[in-house]
């Protein structure tokens, strides 16, 4: 019989506990569960309000992975849903707003991905994001140049970046805007990505063309698109091992010498969340975020 837990007075059903879902480390199905259950004080808040798309990987990540948009079958009517729009007409999101839904979709075991503005307000962007890709032999190490470049680029515009690895080889820089659409945000975002490619040419390539990105870091403006998610914050991702899509400091940035200094698996972040506090936390302040130029 499938265990069951009170969660915030909720009933929430849990299976297969002790499955080991990364077999590299040993990490079972219940430290997921268990991880996502202590680091949803910093998590909560970066994905309420927000559909949410899922990636599941409920075999590991050497299993079977999918993307799951529309609300799953079984979904319990306490989970708070939304419809959003999309090009082929209306759906419906989940959107996990208290712990109870959080631990209610980790035990589906899934990524976390999140849009790039607010169920209440789909017609206007609130995150700018650019997900920084190394092309082999490029690594995070140049990616971290490339983000100091833009920090610097977007402060001059009076926007405020705040950076997190991505969770496997890259990094995202994450900044609170407000006043223009996902199609504004994204031209601004290309337009930024072109003058650092301008910039930077050995480095840095604006286009997704596979042949342009051996040895740089492809400046991927187009998450910004509205129909697009983004790994979420702390979000654990469905890799070798349980790496986290974690929060960074500009120092961490700034000294990152090689990949190993800015990978962390999620038994690491709750040490850093002690320390750090939640880093992105500043994103959740609409007083701070900037208008785009």
């Known amino acids: 019989m499938m265990p069951i837990t009170e969660v915030e007075g909720r009933r929430v059903p849990l299976s297969n506990l002790e499955k080991v879902l990364y077999p590299a480390t040993g990490f ?3 430290e997921l569960l268990h991880y996502y259950a202590t680091t949803a004080p910093v998590l909560l808040p970066h994905l309420r309000d927000r559909a949410l798309s899922f990636l599941r990987y ?32 209306p759906a419906r999101m989940v959107v996990v707003r208290d712990l109870a839904s959080l631990v209610w979709a980790a035990n589906l075991v899934t990524e976390f991905h999140t849009h790039q503005w607010l169920v209440r307000s789909p017609d206007e962007a609130d995150r700018l994001v650019f997900d920084l890709d190394p092309g082999a032999p490029a ?6 140049e490339v983000a100091l470049w833009l920090r610097e680029r977007l402060a001059a515009d009076g926007i405020e970046a705040y950076a997190k690895t991505a969770g496997s080889k890259g990094l995202h820089l994450l900044a609170a805007v407000r006043g223009g659409s996902s ?32 040895g740089k870091v492809f400046v991927d403006w187009s998450q910004n698109a509205a129909r697009k998610t983004t790994a979420a914050p702390y979000t654990v991702r469905a890799r070798r091992t349980p790496l986290v899509s974690a929060p960074v400091t500009w120092e961490e940035v700034a000294d990152c010498g090689a990949p190993a200094q800015l990978e962390f698996v999620a038994e690491d972040l709750a ?3 002690q320390d750090y506090g939640d880093l ?6 609409p007083k701070g975020a900037a208008r785009l130029p």
Request: hydrophobic share 35%; proline share 12%.
């Open 28 to 30: 079972t199905k219940g």
């Open 58 to 89: 409920p075999d590991g990540p050497d299993g079977q992975l999918f993307f799951a948009k529309n609300v799953p079958p079984g979904t319990p009517e306490w989970v708070m849903t939304a419809e959003v729009p999309r090009s082929e007409g």
């Open 139 to 144: 690594t995070i190490v140049q990616c971290c």
């Open 183 to 214: 199609e504004e945000t994204s031209e601004y975002a290309k337009a930024l990505a072109m003058e650092a490619e301008r910039a930077m040419p050995r480095l840095v390539v604006h286009r997704m063309t596979k042949s342009l990105r051996p």
């Open 271 to 273: 040490p850093r969340i």
């Open 280 to 285: 992105l936390a500043p994103l959740l302040d």
